[in-house]
Structures are given as structure tokens and as C-alpha cells.
């Protein structure tokens, strides 16, 4: 009896084993077979920064890269030119003139990592991912989340471009806070991938709003905000005017809404239009509000929504690299 306990103890442990062997994807593992149905693997982001962006993630993913190491090695491009300006190096200053960066990742497994208001480290997407690799926590703000990159062996930089500083005592003479999110066509990147293996994961990074108020806070380095991945679902993120997003907890509405069918399309349209209607609700002007959604369900399919025109995004997957248009609730 005890022989057979232990066997079928054994052989269930096995079968478990097995089980997590398949499921979780590793470098000598071979990718699971594209059935025709399957397009995989894909990466799309936000912007017309992505398509140069997207170019790094699929370097990753056509080797059969982890979807995690793809989407933080895509958000890098941006977050690494002083010329994209709302996203790390050469970011806009808040009105203190600081430059804070927002930040974070989830990778296939729910692992999560997030950093916020962190100042002087030129990737704070790999500090979200340090974040997430060598911590119990998952999210570390401010001069904690600087302490921690430094431990980590980032080098404290200046991020304050020249430029910045002076649009920034341009702004100082009548601070008045009203963020275009539109207002240059590149703003956060926000980057989901589906890897050879079928496996999601995805980054978001930005220096947020330009001239916020210091310690302000979006939805980009929120999970479930501005960022949310579901290996079983699919993927979405966010760019706009956080507040907007986080009201709703919009990436994890998105993927909700795919779990209950929605393609990823009617998805993004459903939470633009709870957007809208709290909008609405609140006597506040639309016109004044942006908010773009993408999503990326495990078949490969994709969509986009936003609230006004101006929102592109890029795709990039076995047929090529290309910018698409959002379609838009104003019309
Ligand atoms: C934020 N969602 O900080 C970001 C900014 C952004 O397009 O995406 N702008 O609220």
C-alpha cells in the first residue's frame, strides 16, 4: 500500500513536473510548432517610435527569444534617444524641472516589476525588471527605487537636456499645466510580444506628462493601469493621459474583455468607451482627453482604439515592420 502511495505521490509529482516543463519556455526548449492559426511570433507598440523599437524586439523574438527579453530590449531604443522626449533620456522635466521616470513589466508568469518617480537612470525599464527579478516587492518609487538602481550597478546620469531645460523656463514664466498628450506624436511606448513559444509579456516607460507636478504619477508604471499581461489571454497597453487610464484600470479591463471574447479590437473600443461615458458622467470635456489602447490576444491577433485622432502604433511580425493608424472614438 505504502509502495503504491508512493507511486502514484511519485508519479503525480512527475506529472506535475512535466507539466510546468511545458509550460514554462526556456532557451534550449523548441518552439512550439506555428499552426498556420497561430500569428507568433508579434510585437506592437505605441507610437511612431515603435517601429524602430519594434526592430530591437524582433531581433530577440525571430531567434526565439523570450517575448520579456524582446519588449525590454525594444523599449530601450526610445528610452536611450535624447530625441524622443517624453520617454527616459532627454525626457521632459516636471515643473520643477526634474526629470522622473515611470516604468514597469510582466512577463508570462505574472512576474511584475515596476519603478516610479525615479530619477537619473537612463533605463528604468531594466530597473522595473531588477525590480522584478531581485525583490520580493514589486514596485519601488523615488529615492528608493534610485537607491536600488545604484545597488544594482546603474550609473547615475544627468537627463536634462539642454533643450529641455529651456522649454522648461520657457513653461516657468506662465506654468500653466495642460498636457497634450498628442502633442508630438510620440509619447510612452508601451510594447507587447508574442514570443515562438506562445508566451506574453510586456514594458511600458516614460518621463509622463511634461511639467506635472513633482511626485505625479500615471498609469505607465501601474500594472493593470497602463500595463497587463495574461499568459491565458493576451496582452495590453496604454498611452494618454493617465489619470484617464487609471481611473478605469484600463489594461486590465482590456484583457478582461478579451477573456470574455472580445477580439482585441472591440476590446480596446470597449474601454475607450467606458472612458467616454465616466468622461461624461464627471462633466468634463473629451476634447481635452486622450487615451489610446493596443492589445495582442495568444493568436496573434491585435487592434487599437483612442479617444481623438493622432494615435498610430507599430507592428511588426512575419510579414514586416509597419505604423498603423488608430482609429478613434472623435470623429
Ligand atoms: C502618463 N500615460 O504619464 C503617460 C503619458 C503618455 O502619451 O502616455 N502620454 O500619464
Not at 523615488?142 to 550597478?153: E, I, N, R, V, Y
Not at 510612452?188 to 509579456?201: E, P, R, W, Y
Not at 468634463?284 to 493568436?299: C, E, H, P, T, W
Request: glycine content about 10%; aromatic content about 6%; proline content about 3%.
Amino acid at each position: 500500500m505504502s509502495n503504491r502511495r508512493n507511486f502514484i505521490k511519485t508519479s503525480a509529482m512527475a506529472t506535475v513536473a512535466v507539466a510546468l516543463q511545458s509550460f514554462r519556455s526556456n532557451e534550449e526548449e523548441e518552439p512550439i510548432i506555428t499552426s498556420g492559426k497561430i500569428n507568433k511570433p508579434i510585437v506592437i507598440s505605441t507610437w511612431n517610435f515603435g517601429v524602430k523599437a519594434n526592430g530591437a524586439a524582433w531581433e530577440v523574438l525571430k531567434n526565439n527569444g523570450r517575448a520579456l527579453d524582446a519588449v525590454e530590449a525594444g523599449v530601450k531604443i526610445p528610452e536611450a534617444d535624447p530625441k524622443e522626449r517624453s520617454v527616459g533620456y532627454g525626457g521632459r522635466p516636471d515643473r520643477d524641472g526634474r526629470v522622473t521616470l515611470d516604468a514597469c513589466i510582466m512577463d508570462e508568469f505574472s512576474n511584475i516589476g515596476s519603478v516610479a518617480c525615479l530619477e537619473y537612470i537612463k533605463h528604468p525599464i531594466s530597473v522595473a525588471r531588477a525590480v522584478m527579478e531581485k525583490t520580493p516587492h514589486v514596485m519601488l518609487v523615488g529615492d528608493g527605487a534610485l537607491q536600488f538602481a545604484l545597488s544594482q550597478g546603474f550609473p547615475k546620469e544627468n537627463l536634462l537636456l539642454e533643450e529641455s531645460e529651456k522649454e522648461w523656463k520657457e513653461w516657468l514664466k506662465k506654468s500653466e499645466y495642460s498636457p497634450k498628450a498628442n502633442i508630438e506624436n510620440h509619447d510612452t511606448i508601451g510594447m507587447i510580444a508574442l514570443d515562438s513559444f506562445g508566451n506574453l509579456s510586456g514594458a511600458c516607460t516614460t518621463s509622463g506628462m511634461a511639467f506635472k507636478m513633482h511626485g505625479r504619477v500615471g498609469d505607465s508604471p501601474i500594472i493593470g493601469a497602463g500595463l497587463y499581461v495574461d499568459n491565458e489571454i493576451g496582452a495590453a497597453t496604454a498611452t494618454g493621459h493617465g489619470e484617464e487610464v487609471i481611473r478605469i484600470a484600463g489594461c486590465h479591463l482590456v484583457v478582461e474583455l478579451m477573456r470574455q471574447g472580445k477580439s482585441p479590437q472591440k476590446a480596446c473600443e470597449e474601454a475607450v468607451s467606458r472612458i467616454v461615458k465616466l468622461t461624461k458622467n464627471r462633466n468634463k470635456n473629451l476634447k481635452d482627453i486622450q487615451v489610446g489602447f493596443i492589445a495582442l490576444n495568444k493568436k496573434g491577433e491585435y487592434g487599437a482604439y483612442c479617444v481623438q485622432g493622432g494615435f498610430n502604433y507599430a507592428v511588426n511580425d512575419n510579414s514586416g515592420n509597419k505604423l498603423i493608424d488608430s482609429d478613434y472614438f472623435l470623429k
